[in-house]
């Protein structure tokens, strides 16, 4: 990696971080350079835009039963479960937005917030942690959301050293495995299956409404964004979707990290595309390809008309998986 390039990613990196209350991303090895860049840039330039227009964004909420409603805005869905015994949040987007979120809310249930859910440590999910741990908030999530956001971490390439999260930010509830909180005559249902799209993922189950908030392990806008620099595993992505399908029925409903609510046919249709993707890339790899070859065979152009609109492109992706499927061989092999 010449010297510019890793000037510039670091620059990307600290832009994102800092604009998004994420950690910063994993500085990439040479064999990814050229996706990550791409990807790296995108990215950058849609959080530099949500940056600049927080004052324009609008808040909408969307009802999914009596008491239970997901809210759009800039970032990852906010579920939103209301009640007698007060309020529990789902993830709450960037921190510029937290009072327009927070005023959402109490328009739809002035009752106090006792609860606010990670569903993983992005800082498009957990950007207003801060902020709604002042107002009185319980942070609840998986415990490798906390072990990220409350350590510093050293670049092994450039040796620089990259801060936790402000201490207001971290979660002060986690579990290893699965967690159950009874409010509001609902059973909610935390639960942590394989790495996905980071190795602190969770699924929140509603099962008395039938109603799961998947955070990024589902989402509508496109090829999904495995952040293996996080711990994230396409093959954990597929499994923990396999786990999740035999806990769903006809009638479950789910809201995604970002996009509308969905079905169970939506999330196994979602799961049969990555399989496709991933077991082809891993054919090709069986078989001696380059990374540069196996982003030549047209593996994603089928999809490419529905899934290309977001900020992963079809080649991207398919390299973001020949980094991830040799990563995951060279430490099965260790």
Same mark, same amino acid.
């Given at each position: ?19 998004? +209350? ?6 990439? $090895?040479?064999?990814n350079m050229k996706y990550i860049v791409t990807l ?6 849609? @959080?530099?835009?949500?940056? #600049? ?16 409603f997901f809210l759009r805005g800039a970032g990852g ?5 209301? +009640?007698?015994?007060? $309020?529990? =949040? ?11 979120? #927070? ?23 957990? *950007? ?8 009185? =908030?319980?942070? =609840? ?20 050293? %990259? ?13 290893? #495995? ?9 059973? @909610?249902?935390? %639960? ?33 964004? %495995?952040?293996? *620099? ?5 093959? +954990? ?8 399908? =035999? ?9 995604? +990290?970002?996009?509308?609510?969905? $079905? ?18 891993a054919a090709a790899l069986k078989k001696g390809r380059?990374?540069?070859?196996? $982003? ?39």
């Amino acid at each position: 990696m010449n010297s510019f390039s890793t000037r510039f990613l670091r620059k990307v990196n600290m832009n994102i971080a800092n604009s998004s +209350g994420m950690r910063y991303l994993n500085e990439p $090895t040479p064999l990814n350079m050229k996706y990550i860049v791409t990807l790296l840039l995108s990215f950058c330039l849609q @959080i530099s835009f949500a940056q #600049n227009n927080f004052d324009s964004v609008k808040i909408t909420a969307e009802k999914v039963n009596d008491n239970l409603f997901f809210l759009r805005g800039a970032g990852g869905n906010v579920g939103v479960l209301t +009640g007698k015994d007060g $309020t529990i =949040v789902i993830d709450d987007q960037f921190s510029p937005l937290s009072n327009k979120i #927070n005023g959402a809310i109490k328009t739809i249930d002035p009752g106090e917030i006792r609860f606010l859910i990670n569903t993983h440590l992005h800082g498009d999910h957990t *950007g207003g942690n801060e902020n709604f741990k002042r107002m009185g =908030v319980t942070i =609840v999530a998986h415990d490798n959301v906390r072990e990220r956001m409350s350590k510093e971490s050293l670049n092994a390439r450039t040796k620089e050293v %990259i801060p936790p999260r402000d201490k207001d930010a971290w979660p002060v509830v986690t579990f290893a #495995n699965s967690l159950n909180i009874h409010l509001n005559d609902e059973d @909610i249902e935390l %639960i942590h299956l394989d790495p996905a799209h980071t190795d602190g993922d969770i699924a929140v189950h509603f099962r008395k409404a039938n109603v799961y908030h998947l955070g990024d392990m589902f989402v509508t806008y496109g090829y999904p964004f %495995i952040d293996y *620099g996080s711990g994230g595993s396409i093959n +954990g992505f597929i499994s923990s979707l396999d786990k999740l399908l =035999v806990m769903m029925d006809e009638k479950t409903r789910i809201i995604p +990290g970002h996009g509308d609510i969905s $079905t169970k046919a939506d999330v196994k249709l979602f799961r049969d595309k990555l399989a496709d993707i991933r077991d082809q890339v891993a054919a090709a790899l069986k078989k001696g390809r380059k990374a540069e070859e196996i $982003t030549g065979l047209g593996i994603t152009t089928k999809y490419e008309a529905e899934w290309g609109k977001g900020f992963i492109k079809g080649k991207d992706f398919v390299m973001m998986m020949v980094d991830n499927l040799k990563m995951q061989q060279t430490t099965t092999r260790k």
